[in-house]
């Protein structure tokens, strides 16, 4: 063990500015951190639906000034596990882009392979890999993409610790844990998991020299830390909707009315 103090910007007090329900609320402030120190220059998400885990990227290039672009793909209709969905979750996660992401953000609407023209041959810094969660198609889109990666870029994966129904992200990234060097896992929520694509220029990063340090009580200390990031940030938001208004409690003495 290294013993280092990791204090990662989510600390200064991150606070989403997107919250809607998404299994994926238990990685935001990693997501906010990872962009952060990597200062991506080409984000791509696949599978983006209502926009959680697309906007924490976002909001961490607009705080953190990243000057990049972030892409968002997805035919925006469902799939089989989040089931088919009408088009105002399109436009609501449209609306929240020009909101607060105008000029860098781009929803391409459209399904991943054919969006996979747009995009040049080690090219991306970040891509986050979150569609269809079956075997099947996880490998697809890993194997189309991963070639549009620039060396030295992260691969991320939602649902590698998710073993329900058909869904093998889980079977999937414990095979590409077996060919890759630089990979990490957390354990909680549905798991999320991240590749470093070999070669690139790795400057020395301390959240990434954790990641990917084979010392596995520092790894077990970021799971632990991430762990209650997710759990501050939920009970954070939970004080919020039911704290009383200003004026609640103040009228007659001791706060009773
Ligand atoms: C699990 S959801 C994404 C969750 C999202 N990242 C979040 O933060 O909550 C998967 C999305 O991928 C989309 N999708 C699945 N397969 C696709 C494909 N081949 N092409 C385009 N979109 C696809 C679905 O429409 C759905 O909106």
Redesign the pocket.
């Known amino acids: 063990m290294t013993g280092q103090i990791y204090l990662p910007p989510s600390l200064r007090g991150f606070e989403p500015k997107r919250m809607?329900f998404?299994?994926?609320v238990d990685h935001l402030p990693f997501a906010y951190d990872l962009v952060e120190t990597i200062r991506p220059k080409l984000v791509v998400?696949?599978?983006?639906?209502?926009?959680?885990?697309?906007f924490a990227f976002c909001q961490s290039m607009l705080e953190n000034n990243i000057d990049g672009v972030a892409y968002a793909?997805?035919?925006?209709?469902?799939?089989k596990?989040?089931d088919a969905?009408d088009d105002s979750?399109y436009k609501d996660v449209q609306n929240h882009a020009r909101e607060h992401y105008r000029g860098f953000t781009y929803l391409l609407k459209?399904?991943?392979?054919?969006?996979l023209q747009h995009f040049d041959d080690d090219s991306i810094d970040l891509l986050?890999i979150?569609?269809?969660?079956t075997y099947d198609?996880v490998k697809e889109?890993f194997t189309n993409w991963y070639p549009k990666v620039k060396p030295g870029g992260i691969i991320l994966f939602?649902?590698v610790m998710a073993k329900i129904k058909d869904f093998g992200v889980w079977k999937y990234f414990e095979e590409l844990e077996g060919q890759h060097d630089e990979v990490f896992k957390f354990y909680h929520g549905f798991g999320l998991g991240a590749i470093r694509k070999p070669g690139g220029d790795r400057e020395p990063n301390q959240l990434l020299d954790i990641m990917f340090s084979k010392d596995e009580e520092d790894q077990n200390d970021l799971r632990k830390f991430y762990t209650h990031a997710s759990h501050f940030l939920e009970a954070k938001r939970q004080v919020k909707r039911f704290k009383p208004k200003e004026t609640e409690g103040k009228q007659g003495g001791q706060g009773k009315s």
């Open positions: 809607v998404s299994t994926w998400e696949l599978g983006a639906y209502n926009g959680l885990s697309f793909v997805d035919c925006w209709e469902g799939d596990h989040t969905y979750i459209m399904f991943f392979n054919e969006a986050h979150d569609g269809l969660h198609a889109d939602h649902d």
